[in-house]
Nanobody, 130 residues
Framework: ELNLLEAGGCLVAAGASLRLSCTAT??????????MGWFRQVPGKAREALCA????????FYVDSVGGRFTISRDNGKKTLYLEMTSLKPEDTGMYFC?????????????????????WGRGIQVTVSS
């Protein structure tokens, strides 16, 4: 069983930076058993994958819209996933979710696994004003 809790969301101005965190509580297994990812959802649209990181943190994947601006990282000792966001744009506004799936393959494959059968946090709102 894995529970995830996001933190750090708030209202910021365009161009600002923000760091989200996602802390896991686990019963059985370890945090490093899981590939992790960040997703974003806006009302009326499907949940959008943003980035993923493998169990060790050595492999990362970003979609084009956030590559170069967002950085995903993890601290397995602290059981925490991070998303550093810079140069924020109004279109980055949305509910941000972290997700996890026990997976040892590619980060892109892990994103599919998260959508099919992953563990999810409740989400946290990020609003970027213009």
């Amino acid at each position: 069983e894995l529970n995830l809790l996001e933190a750090g969301g708030c209202l910021v101005a365009a161009g600002a930076s923000l760091r989200l965190s996602c802390t896991a509580t686990i019963s059985g297994g370890t945090f490093s058993d899981y590939a992790m990812g960040w997703f974003r959802q806006v009302p009326g649209k499907a949940r959008e994958a943003l980035c993923a990181i493998n169990w060790s943190g050595m492999s990362k994947f970003y979609v084009d819209s956030v590559g170069g601006r967002f950085t995903i990282s993890r601290d397995n000792g602290k059981k925490t996933l991070y998303l550093e966001m810079t140069s924020l744009k109004p279109e980055d506004t949305g509910m941000y979710f972290c997700a996890a799936v026990p997976y040892a393959g590619s980060t892109v494959g892990a994103l599919g696994g998260m959508l099919r059968s992953g563990f999810w946090g409740r989400g946290i709102q990020v609003t970027v004003s213009s």
